[in-house]
């Protein structure tokens, strides 16, 4: 049994590091979003700052209704939001990012909220188009 070579392990990691370093280039706002999701449940689960699980979940449930039964006021608010964070350079988006993370690891049911939110405008809009109406 061959044993792990440190230096070849680094090796290969440093031949990799262009192609993530690319990736987190082009999806930056993706990559802190997805960081933040996993900050979030790790902070939620633990409980270590502000709130739990089930303050979270709750939060998560309610901002998913509100998307569910007041889509165009979601929607609408949704899309100002989302506008204004992405018109900004990558620097700015940069930090938006990292904000993103911290409210997730801080108080992470306002991060899930949002996402509740999310959650609820997308099921409202593809079960519409499922059902074949465009509105």
């Given at each position: 049994?061959k044993?792990?070579d440190?230096?070849?392990g680094?090796?290969?990691?440093?031949d990799?590091?262009?192609?993530?370093?690319q990736f987190?280039?082009?999806?930056?706002?993706?990559?802190?979003?997805a960081?933040?999701l996993?900050?979030?449940?790790?902070?939620?689960?633990?409980g270590y700052?502000?709130?739990?699980?089930?303050?979270?979940?709750?939060?998560?449930?309610?901002g998913?209704?509100?998307?569910?039964?007041?889509?165009?006021?979601?929607?609408?608010?949704?899309?100002?939001?989302f506008?204004?964070l992405?018109?900004?350079?990558k620097?700015?988006?940069?930090?938006?990012?990292?904000?993103?993370?911290v409210?997730?690891?801080?108080?992470?049911?306002?991060?899930f909220?949002?996402?509740?939110?999310?959650?609820g405008?997308a099921?409202?809009?593809?079960s519409?188009?499922?059902?074949?109406d465009?509105n």
């Amino acid at each position: 049994m061959k044993r792990f070579d440190w230096k070849e392990g680094m090796d290969k990691l440093k031949d990799k590091l262009p192609v993530l370093e690319q990736f987190v280039r082009k999806h930056l706002a993706e990559t802190f979003t997805a960081a933040a999701l996993l900050v979030g449940a790790f902070s939620a689960w633990h409980g270590y700052f502000v709130g739990g699980t089930f303050i979270t979940l709750l939060f998560f449930a309610i901002g998913a209704g509100m998307g569910i039964f007041l889509p165009e006021q979601v929607d609408h608010w949704m899309k100002k939001v989302f506008q204004a964070l992405y018109k900004k350079n990558k620097a700015s988006m940069a930090v938006v990012g990292a904000i993103k993370v911290v409210i997730a690891l801080f108080v992470p049911f306002i991060f899930f909220g949002f996402f509740g939110l999310i959650a609820g405008s997308a099921y409202h809009y593809y079960s519409r188009k499922a059902q074949g109406d465009n509105n």
